[in-house]
C-alpha cells in the first residue's frame, strides 16, 4: 500500500483544457514534457522508417514509447468535449498541431493576433488606483499571450514597458531604479517586488493618516458649548450649560464626552472608544480579503479584451 501511494504521488498533475484560454493551457502542458524530455519529440516528431522493419531496433522501440507516453499526456489533458478532435491522432506531433491549428490558427492568424497583443502591450497603463500587482499581472499575461505566438519578450523590454507605464505616485521609485539600475540585466520578477513593497508602504503611510482622521472626527465635539435658553454671549458664556465644576469654557463637556467614548467598546477588534460599525480595522481588512478577487476579475477582464 505504501508503494501504491509512493508512486501515486509522483504522477503529474496534468491541466485539462475544456476549449478556453489555450495559450495558458499549452504553456503548463509545454513545462510538463519538459520535466520528462518530452519536448524536443513533441515539437519536432519523428521519423518512422519506411517499410517498418519487422524488428525494430531499441533506440526506435524507446522513441516510440516516449511519443505514446507524450501522447496519452496530451489525451488525458483534454475534455471529453475536446477529446474527438484528436482522436485519430497516432502522434504527439500530430495531435499537439491539430490543437494548435484549431486553437491558435495558421501563420496569417497568428500574425494579426500577435499584432493585436503588441499593440495591446504597448498601449497598456496602469490605471489610477488600480493596485500596481493588477497591473504588473495583465503585463504578465499578455507577455504569456505573445509568447504562445513565437514572440518572446526580452526582460529589458518588460521592464522598460512597466516603468513607463506607472502612475505619477510611483515616480520617484521610477527615477531611482533607473538610476541605480542596469535596465538591460535587470528582471522583472525583481522589478515586481520593490513596486510591490512601495505600494505597500504607501498604504500604510495612508492607512495611519486616515486612522488619524478618524481619530480627530471623533474628538471634534469635544469641549464645544451647548447653548440654552437663557445663555447670553461673554466671557462666561457656556459656564452654566455644562455638568460638573471643571474651570473654564466646555471643560465639564470634554469629560463627559471622554468618559462616553471610553465606555464604547468595539466587538472586533476588541478595543475601546469606538463600535464595530465605525471600526476602522474591520474596513482594512475587509479591502485586504477582496484584493485577490479584484486582482483576478480585472486581469480576466483586460485578457478577455485582447481575445484570450
Not at 513545462?31 to 516528431?45: A, M, P, Q, R
Request: with cysteine; net charge neutral.
Amino acid at each position: 500500500m505504501a508503494s501504491n501511494n509512493n508512486n501515486s504521488a509522483t504522477q503529474p498533475l496534468i491541466p485539462v483544457f475544456k476549449g478556453e484560454k489555450y495559450h495558458l493551457w499549452s504553456l503548463k502542458m509545454k513545462t510538463l514534457f519538459k520535466s520528462h524530455d518530452l519536448w524536443e519529440l513533441v515539437e519536432n516528431g519523428y521519423i518512422e522508417p519506411t517499410p517498418a522493419p519487422a524488428q525494430p531496433d531499441q533506440p526506435l522501440r524507446d522513441t516510440r514509447k516516449k511519443d505514446a507516453k507524450a501522447l496519452l499526456y496530451i489525451q488525458s489533458a483534454l475534455d471529453d468535449e475536446i477529446f474527438p478532435r484528436i482522436a485519430v491522432a497516432l502522434t504527439s506531433t500530430e495531435a499537439w498541431e491539430n490543437l494548435k491549428q484549431e486553437y491558435v490558427g495558421d501563420k496569417k492568424v497568428i500574425t494579426v493576433k500577435l499584432q493585436s497583443l503588441r499593440r495591446e502591450f504597448e498601449t497598456l497603463v496602469m490605471k489610477k488606483k488600480e493596485y500596481v500587482q493588477v497591473f504588473l499581472s495583465i503585463v504578465s499575461g499578455l507577455v504569456g499571450h505573445m509568447k504562445t505566438y513565437g514572440e518572446n519578450a526580452s526582460e529589458e523590454t518588460i521592464v522598460s514597458k512597466v516603468l513607463r507605464s506607472l502612475t505619477k505616485e510611483f515616480n520617484h521609485v521610477v527615477v531611482a531604479i533607473e538610476e541605480s539600475k542596469d535596465l538591460s540585466t535587470y528582471m522583472f520578477d525583481d522589478l515586481m517586488s520593490s513596486l510591490i513593497a512601495h505600494e505597500e508602504r504607501l498604504n500604510m503611510g495612508s492607512e495611519k493618516s486616515d486612522e488619524k482622521a478618524f481619530q480627530v472626527r471623533g474628538n471634534s465635539s469635544k469641549g464645544r458649548p451647548e447653548k440654552s435658553g437663557g445663555s447670553s454671549g461673554g466671557r462666561g458664556q457656556g459656564r452654566g450649560t455644562f455638568q460638573g465644576h471643571g474651570r473654564g469654557r466646555g471643560r465639564g463637556n470634554f469629560a463627559d464626552q471622554r468618559y462616553q467614548k471610553s465606555n464604547l467598546h468595539c466587538r472586533y477588534c476588541n478595543r475601546s472608544g469606538h463600535v464595530e460599525a465605525d471600526c476602522w480595522t474591520k474596513q482594512k481588512d475587509e479591502n485586504k480579503a477582496n484584493f485577490t478577487e479584484k486582482v483576478e476579475e480585472e486581469a480576466n477582464e483586460k485578457w478577455t479584451s485582447c481575445g484570450i
